[in-house]
């Protein structure tokens, strides 16, 4: 499968949007436009971010003054979206699906999700329980929207995926973080995860194989869970969006458990499964009931995913799937080589993620703290990563590489960064 070359450029050209629309006001507009003081609403100063589209930002800047950078800051499948999936998308264009659909989503594609998370979760789920969203995101946003006001709870895993925290803030819910732990292979604790939950708790997100780590919840993990959750009426959110990038052990959803489907919504969708995170597709799995209210956001929200993109995604679902496997065994190549690499730096241990495809090497020995590390191997190495901070404060210590890069690129930064240690530790 030939790589995707120009995902860089083409995130590029979204970032540099601000930039362009300034070019081309003129300055009268301009000046307007700074006689009237911007009042944001209270809310916007809680909203947090995704470091990674920053440090690409940062990255490029360099690289505009001729620096040369390996990129291993950006969370996307390095390869493109498969033939037959392009095709379906293609060919749904060219024969009209480009006008308003369902907003839970054309019904074709959600019996398609509904069959397929039957079979691999091994409950039986039909197609008024899935909404089709566009990414996996808008699922994240739309359950806090639905659950969480103001004072509640939401328990999330730190290090984690930044936007959970953002978005409970955001809704003037309290972000409550429940921390993963290196020496249990970045998996909770479960005694930590009871003693949290109080009685304003109304969701808990769990997210497995996890971003930042790489690590799993294990089928043990997942009971010890749900019997800390008990018979409550707490809602969790399942973000199992890398269920099918995984390296050893399998996956297990909550979902499966006695009791807990009708307190789950299962996070799932294309962006990383079918390398289509510009497609702008996933999906949510839930009660019918609370999907009627998740429909109702999205039809004020988005009104409906892109139809075509939605007939791409039955083909990605019923096609052929030798590209996933394709591209599961592509990053465990990576993942193998660049663990080992970076266990050979001085000041680096990393344990081996068993899925998604980041790398979070432990970097206390270095003496480092994590973004001023960051921020050097950038700058000094040309080696663009995240720090682990910027996935919450229990990131400290830690750095996270994405191995979406060809192993030619990934053994360059593991040169690179073994030169910058050698010079400056
Ligand atoms: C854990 C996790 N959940 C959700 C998402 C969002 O995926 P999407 O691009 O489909 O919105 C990501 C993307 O990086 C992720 O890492």
Redesign the pocket.
């Known amino acids: 499968m030939r790589r995707g070359a120009n995902r860089h450029a083409a995130l590029w050209i979204c970032l540099q949007w601000p930039q362009c629309r300034e070019d081309i006001m003129s300055p009268l507009t301009m000046e307007k436009a700074t006689h009237y003081e911007l009042r944001l609403a209270e809310r916007m100063s809680r909203l947090g971010t ?1 470091t ?1 589209f920053e440090v690409l930002n940062k990255a490029r800047a360099l690289e505009r003054q001729g620096k040369d950078i390996v990129h291993l800051e950006i ?2 499948p390095d390869f493109d979206t498969p033939k037959n999936i392009v095709e379906a998308g293609v060919t749904a264009m060219r024969g009209g699906w480009t006008h308003y659909g369902p907003s839970a989503g054309l019904p074709d594609l959600r019996q398609a999700i509904a069959e397929e998370v039957s079979r691999s979760r091994g409950v039986p789920v039909s197609s008024d329980e899935v909404v089709v969203v ?7 946003f739309f359950s806090l929207l639905a659950l969480a006001g103001q004072g509640d709870e939401v328990i999330y895993p730190n290090p ?2 930044p ?1 959970y925290e953002s978005m409970t803030h955001y809704l003037g819910a309290k972000a409550v973080p429940i921390r993963l732990h290196e020496d249990r292979d970045f998996s909770l604790d479960v005694d930590e995860l009871a003693a949290l939950i109080t009685d304003r708790t109304r969701l808990i997100i769990l ?1 497995s194989p ?3 780590t790489g690590g799993m919840l294990s089928r043990k993990d997942i009971r010890d869970i749900a019997e800390a959750i008990g018979d409550r009426n707490i809602m969790v959110l399942s ?1 199992e ?2 269920c099918r990038l995984i390296f050893d052990g399998e996956h297990y959803s909550i979902m499966s458990l006695p009791g807990f489907k009708e307190r789950t919504i299962l ?1 799932d ?4 499964t079918y390398a ?2 510009g497609w ?3 999906y949510g799995v839930m009660r019918p009931d609370l999907a009627t209210h998740i429909t109702r956001l999205m039809t004020n929200s988005n009104s409906c995913t892109a139809s075509f993109t939605q007939m791409a995604g039955v083909e990605a679902i019923r096609g052929d799937q030798s590209s996933v496997e394709h591209m599961r065994t592509e990053f465990q190549r990576r993942r193998d080589v660049f663990v080992a690499g970076l266990n050979r730096i001085k000041g680096f241990s990393c344990r081996m993620p068993r899925g ?1 495809f980041y790398v979070f090497p432990n970097i206390t020995r270095t003496g480092w703290q994590s973004k001023k590390l960051a921020d050097a191997l950038l700058e000094q190495a040309g080696v663009a990563c995240l720090s682990g901070t910027s996935f919450g404060a229990y990131g400290e210590g830690y750095l996270r590489f994405s191995i979406a890069n060809s192993l030619e690129n990934l053994n360059k930064a593991l040169e690179r960064i073994d030169q910058w240690t050698k010079k400056n530790l």
Not at 134 to 140: F, H, M, N, R, S
Not at 269 to 272: C, L, V
């Open positions: 995704e990674a969370g996307e566009p990414g996996g995101k808008p699922i994240i984690g995926f936007i997210n996890q971003n930042p973000d969006i890398y996070l969708g294309f962006s990383k289509m995170t702008r597709m996933g998604a």
